[in-house]
């Protein structure tokens, strides 16, 4: 996407306003967010800071270096791997290795429910031209799984359903053309 504002380079920032009910979008690049500052700047800051936005979003209110230190908990959530704490995290925006991740999951899922709209998991968006056939083979593999719980649970007859349903998906998958699938 390019930017609303020079329609010369690529949007990196996508902001929603609702005033009065009216929602409108708007998709800018850095360069342009930085000079239109005042259409984003936050209570008590001087201007655009993505530091801003972040902490906003984590709801922690952004410290300056001397705050820092007057505030600091004696015991710190700390990644063992690369001794990134959730602060820095939320300063910088992006972990520093993958064990961050479990490190800080209990911190982590109340702020991806907010983010997208209650959902904790992350399904991505399937392009209209192989939705067809890749849909069919997600759902299948899910029936899969399910079939294999019932088994387990020793329910043999919702499993011979679940099986039954799955054949019946295997056909319509094999009547698609080679192209689509």
């Known amino acids: 996407m390019i930017c609303q504002e020079c329609n010369q380079r690529p ?3 996508h902001f929603t306003k609702v005033i009065n009910g009216e929602k409108t979008e708007v998709h800018i690049c850095e360069h342009c967010a930085q000079e239109k500052s005042e259409m984003f700047m936050f209570p008590g800051t001087s201007g655009f800071s993505i530091d801003n936005l ?15 230190h007057a505030f600091q908990k004696n015991e710190v959530l ?7 704490t959730f602060q820095q995290f ?23 429910k907010r983010l997208h709209s209650g959902n904790t998991h992350h399904t991505g968006k399937i392009p209209k031209r192989i939705g067809g056939s890749f849909h069919i083979r997600k759902e299948i593999e899910q029936l899969k799984q399910k079939m294999q719980e019932y088994i387990s649970l020793e329910e043999f007859e919702k499993a011979a359903d679940v099986r ?16 689509e699938v």
């Open 78 to 84: 700390q990644c063992e791997n690369c001794k990134m």
């Open 90 to 112: 939320a300063k910088v925006g992006r972990f520093g290795c993958s064990q961050c991740y479990p490190t800080f999951e209990k911190q982590l899922t109340p702020i991806l």
């Open 11 to 13: 949007a990196t920032f």
């Open 54 to 68: 972040l902490a906003g979003l984590l709801q922690f209110e952004p410290l300056t270096g001397s705050q820092q």
């Open 164 to 179: 039954d349903h799955v054949r019946d998906l295997e056909k319509k998958l094999s009547g698609y053309k080679e192209g």
